[in-house]
């Protein structure tokens, strides 16, 4: 036998011997007693950490916190589970345990059962907010019907909308703006506020905020009158006063002024949440005159990477609708009031397919919906072309049913389409023309809620009139099936 086949069998002969040692490393498999007991310690354990999950449940309920109360919600969850799965494994083994452990699983039987009644009363999440204490009268402000024509009822409305919020101290009134830009699932007052167009929004939101200014000159006013009341009721006795002192005159107010560029940053820097920055940038924007309002355009325009302009950096980078919030908005508002417009019969205002990949040229909103609506020079509209205009809602359409200067419109396209390179152009990357196709016809699932307001609406029903969902200009324009005399 070779000297290596002699050191190769002594090798198996070492690795064969140390195996038996390392079983009798590992000890005496537990006994069932000493299981049971390891099942019901954890369970009681697991009884303990529930217990934990819910008292967390309940003080974000307590604290109106409606993220921190889904998160400890998901976490109470969880150890529900595992409380019921640990409780099942110690009611496997309780009968091997001794009767002091047994006794610790009779306890913690008894705090799951407490403990699973105590969470189910926990299930309905917190408001998020405070109710304020004249909020029915608001929400009754904001739900009202429009009386006396569609113009003067919402001025109206944002009239009585403004009284009632003169009557909220300055924490209610900070409460509310929150809730005004913070849409929360429970909460009354913020869809209906949203079906106020934009502009109205943003000055009710104005008001909200000069609140405390007014809160100060309404205390200023009150303590002169005070003033004046203490010396005219003191006049019977001056021969006896001492000589008041000399008036101090108190230094005029300055009204501090901040610099575009500081609001910009601010926001920039502050509002974590699109909508509120939408609604944010959009005031800051609506206090610009024309000339300013083009200029920072301009200039937003013209940034290019490394120049040094962190506001227009910053600017850059948001999403489309809220960079488009600087549009200029008397545009559409000049050419809604042209008299021009009384010979218009058929007006497109689709978002553009052009160049690469998709330029939006004319992008409307509900408030501009509700613009067109208003205006007195398009009584003879027949066709009215919205094609992929995504940001319109139920809302804007609410407008043109209602509108008493609409009376010939007769269809209203608006379809919403995916836009893709077409097929032979593909191989060619962002050069050739775009395909189309159909992806929404939103009118279709407004119509029950439009016709339910406002009565059968002509324009909603294309294929009953002319056969297609889609029909030709021309043949809407040559035969209308709305006419004036349908209107008062």
């Known amino acids: 036998m070779s000297d290596y086949m002699s050191r190769g069998r002594d090798q198996d002969v070492a690795r064969s011997s140390s195996t038996p040692a390392s079983v009798e ?29 819910i008292d967390e ?18 976490r109470l969850d969880v150890a529900l589970r595992n409380a019921a799965r640990s409780h099942e494994r110690a009611r496997g083994r309780g009968g091997d345990a001794a009767l002091d452990v047994q006794a610790t699983l009779a306890t913690a039987e008894r705090q799951l059962g407490e403990l699973a009644t105590m969470s189910e009363a926990l299930h309905e999440a917190p408001l998020g907010f405070k109710p304020l204490r004249r909020e029915a009268e608001l929400v009754r402000v904001l739900a009202a019907p429009l009386e006396g024509g569609f113009k ?7 009239a009585d909308l403004r009284t009632e919020i003169a009557q909220l101290d300055p924490a209610e009134t900070r409460a509310l703006k929150d809730r005004l830009t913070h849409l929360r699932e429970k909460d009354p007052l913020t869809p209906l506020f949203q079906r106020l167009s934009g502009a109205r929004q943003r000055g009710v939101l104005a008001y909200l905020e000069q609140a405390p200014r007014r809160e100060a000159v309404g ?52 509002s974590n949440r699109e909508a509120t920055m939408q609604l944010e940038m959009a005031h800051v924007f609506d206090l610009l005159d024309g000339s300013a309002r083009r200029e920072l355009a301009r200039r937003l325009e013209r940034y290019r990477q490394g120049s040094g302009d962190e506001v227009a950096a910053r600017f850059s980078r948001l999403e489309r609708p809220v960079r488009q919030r600087l549009d200029d908005p008397w545009l559409l508002k000049a050419v809604l009031a042209s008299p021009h417009l009384d010979r218009i019969r058929s007006l497109r205002l689709p978002v553009l397919v052009v160049d690469r990949p998709v ?23 027949r066709h009215l072309d919205l094609e992929d205009e995504t940001a319109l809602t139920v809302r804007g359409f609410h407008a043109l049913a209602a509108s008493p ?84």
């Open 152 to 158: 003067a009822g919402y001025v109206q409305k944002e």
């Open 219 to 270: 205390r200023e006013a009150a303590r002169r009158t005070d003033s004046t009341r203490t010396i005219s009721e003191g006049e019977a006795d001056e021969r006896f006063a001492e000589p008041a002192p000399a008036p101090v005159t108190a230094p005029p107010e300055v009204i501090e002024v901040e610099p575009l560029d500081s609001k910009l940053r601010r926001i920039l820097e502050g």
């Open 25 to 53: 490393a590992a000890g005496p498999a537990p006994s069932p007693a000493e299981l049971a007991h390891d099942s019901i310690v954890a369970f009681d354990r697991e009884t303990t950490n529930l217990r934990a999950a």
């Open 359 to 381: 330029t939006r040229l004319n992008r409307i909103t509900d408030a501009d919906l509700e613009l067109l609506a208003a205006s007195p020079h398009l009584r003879g509209l």
């Open 405 to 488: 200067n609409l009376p010939e419109l007769s269809a209203v396209r608006f379809d919403v389409n995916r836009h893709s390179p077409a097929a032979s152009f593909a191989s060619f990357g962002d050069v050739g023309p775009y395909a189309s196709t159909l992806a929404d016809r939103p009118l279709q699932r407004y119509a029950a809620e439009l016709e339910a307001r406002h009565g059968r609406i002509a324009w909603l029903h294309p294929v009953e009139n002319y056969g297609t969902e889609t029909p030709d200009l021309e043949a809407v324009v040559e035969h209308p099936v709305a006419r004036a005399t349908d209107f008062p």
């Open 57 to 74: 449940v309940r003080s974000a309920r307590d604290a109106n916190n409606v993220e921190h109360w889904r998160a400890s919600r998901a």
